[in-house]
């Protein structure tokens, strides 16, 4: 008996550990391995009861943005603190504020949830680069737009009171998926004055790390990816069911297959509306390998949008290939290869270009919504290849997510005998060709003394040229 318990007591510390090492590992995104959304506090202003502090939230990620509605920050407070008044964003609820009769504070909420205003905001309630809706660019795409801030007054610390750094932070961006490290005391902020020739540090910093997790954010998969090639008529599909199916009930989103559907009563209810299909996913990314050269192969990219009732704006597509280890061109998108940690095939990501294909609209009475590029790529002479799917991609995602990859056995393979006939042409041996072709003509005219009877047309013709073309010689 002793030794079943042994036994399973071993096996709950495996199991256990099996779980802990898997949350890890979902924490880590080895294609991301230094992503995180870093909040910090900076006192720059003591009061007789408080302090004034600027907020900072910054977007470390390399391709996952903050999308609608925004980001929203909540915390705990230590102490007896409220927030006095604020500006670059707001608190949801002021709450029970009855104790201070002769002011009126922001929020008297223990536990305060913060939301950043919009661009419309009045100028008083404003801030230097405050304001974008909670909207966070990556910061690989756009760095200016990647952070966001806002000052907020807490007083109701008394005199002589000590300060404490906030509790419990929580970010949610714009959903859960996100853990918050403690707020912990750093070196204290130093920023540039007067052209960069003086230094000004704030009093106290506080700083936390927040890290995100697929798992916490348990969202159901929003695109999928289908592939095609040139060598092979077949057309390899999304995978069934990639984003729910059409009977799953409830839970499954809202699906319309007939256009005179796009004014009924379950259309104009539902916030989040995608054409029926066999796959469901909002966004499709289709990989079409389009031409094999001498020196380079061509690869065509679709990003199709089946949402009736969204559109995805700042949006972005990563792919993991090896091909991106050699030189590529994006012709409609723009482009970087992102540093990667543990993966032998290159990261490339793609976003739209400003004010041509920078958002991604939704879908019509007559088409979906779609973006698309061509991507021409130099060969690795020792690693190129069309056999064993070589030339689809490993990994994709769209905005950060993962998207449904079909499986390896269902991928459009090279036909029988096909390894020889698909190699590009030699242009050398092509030249080569040419030439025997006319040394053989050349001797053959010869043979069959055409070449006297020849020159003895060509000299009849000789006059009757230089009367019609007097400045040809």
């Given at each position: 008996m002793e030794l079943i318990f042994s036994y399973l007591h071993l096996f709950t510390l495996a199991f256990a550990l099996l779980i802990a090492m898997g949350g890890l590992a979902d924490c880590y995104d080895p294609l991301d391995p230094y992503g995180n959304i870093t909040v910090t506090f900076d006192i720059?202003?003591?009061?007789?009861?408080?302090?004034?502090?600027?907020?900072?939230?910054?977007?470390?990620?390399?391709?996952?943005?903050?999308?609608?509605?925004?980001?929203?920050?909540?915390?705990?407070?230590?102490?007896?603190?409220?927030?006095?008044?604020?500006?670059?964003?707001?608190?949801?609820?002021?709450?029970?504020?009855?104790?201070?009769?002769?002011?009126?504070?922001?929020?008297?909420?223990?536990?305060?949830?913060?939301?950043?205003?919009?661009?419309?905001?009045s100028p008083q309630n404003m801030t230097d680069a405050c304001c974008?809706?909670?909207?966070?660019?990556?910061?690989?795409?756009?760095?200016?737009?990647?952070?966001?801030?806002?000052?907020?007054?807490?007083?109701?610390?008394?005199?002589?009171?000590?300060?404490?750094?906030?509790?419990?932070?929580?970010?949610?961006?714009?959903?859960?998926?996100?853990?918050?490290?403690?707020l912990e005391d750093v070196d204290p902020t130093v920023s540039l004055e007067i052209g960069g020739r003086r230094q000004v540090q704030v009093f106290r910093t506080w700083k936390s790390t927040c890290t995100y997790s697929t798992f916490l954010a348990n969202k159901t998969p929003v695109c999928c990816v289908s592939l095609s090639t040139f060598y092979n008529?077949?057309?390899?599909?999304?995978?069934?069911?990639?984003?729910?199916?059409?009977?799953?009930g409830k839970?499954?989103?809202?699906?319309?297959?007939?256009?005179n559907q796009l004014q009924g009563p379950d259309f104009i209810k539902s916030q989040d509306i995608v054409h029926c299909s066999d796959h469901m996913c909002p966004v499709g990314v289709h990989w079409h390998v389009q031409n094999n050269y001498v020196g380079h192969w061509r690869?065509?990219?679709?990003?199709?949008?089946?949402?009736?009732?969204?559109?995805?704006?700042?949006?972005?597509?990563?792919?993991?290939?090896p091909g991106f280890s050699q030189k590529a061109t994006a012709y409609s998108f723009n482009s970087s290869v992102l540093p990667s940690a543990g993966f032998s095939e290159k990261v490339a990501l793609?976003?739209?270009?400003?004010?041509?294909?920078?958002?991604?609209?939704?879908?019509?009475?007559?088409?979906?919504?779609?973006?698309?590029?061509?991507?021409?790529?130099e060969k690795d002479s020792e690693s190129f290849t069309l056999s064993n799917g070589w030339a689809l991609p490993r990994r994709v995602y769209f905005n950060g997510e993962n998207c449904e990859m079909p499986l390896p056995d269902t991928f459009p393979?090279?036909?029988?005998?096909?390894?020889?006939?698909?190699?590009?042409?030699?242009?050398?041996?092509?030249?080569?060709?040419?030439?025997?072709?006319?040394?053989?003509?050349?001797?053959?005219?010869?043979?069959?003394?055409?070449?006297?009877?020849?020159?003895?047309?060509?000299?009849?013709?000789?006059?009757?040229?230089?009367?019609?073309?007097?400045?040809s010689f």
């Open positions: 720059h202003q003591w009061t007789n009861d408080g302090y004034v502090a600027r907020v900072t939230i910054q977007n470390y990620h390399q391709y996952r943005h903050v999308d609608q509605p925004g980001w929203k920050i909540g915390w705990t407070w230590a102490d007896n603190e409220i927030i006095l008044s604020m500006s670059g964003a707001f608190a949801t609820e002021q709450g029970n504020c009855s104790d201070f009769k002769f002011q009126s504070p922001h929020s008297c909420e223990k536990d305060p949830v913060i939301v950043d205003l919009g661009p419309d905001a974008h809706g909670g909207l966070l660019s990556s910061y690989t795409i756009n760095p200016a737009n990647s952070v966001s801030f806002f000052e907020v007054t807490v007083g109701n610390l008394g005199m002589n009171a000590s300060c404490h750094a906030p509790q419990n932070l929580t970010l949610w961006a714009p959903g859960p998926g996100y853990t918050c490290g403690l008529p077949k057309v390899t599909p999304c995978p069934v069911c990639s984003c729910g199916c059409r009977d799953a839970s499954t989103a809202l699906c319309i297959s007939q256009i690869v065509k990219v679709t990003v199709s949008n089946y949402n009736y009732k969204r559109n995805y704006s700042n949006w972005n597509v990563v792919v993991q290939h793609f976003w739209g270009i400003s004010y041509y294909n920078e958002e991604l609209l939704q879908a019509g009475e007559n088409q979906v919504g779609s973006v698309t590029t061509q991507i021409l790529l393979m090279l036909p029988n005998a096909a390894s020889s006939s698909l190699k590009p042409v030699n242009n050398c041996f092509f030249i080569l060709q040419i030439l025997f072709f006319l040394t053989f003509t050349s001797q053959l005219i010869n043979l069959l003394g055409f070449d006297k009877q020849l020159s003895k047309f060509c000299l009849s013709l000789q006059p009757h040229f230089l009367i019609h073309n007097p400045l």
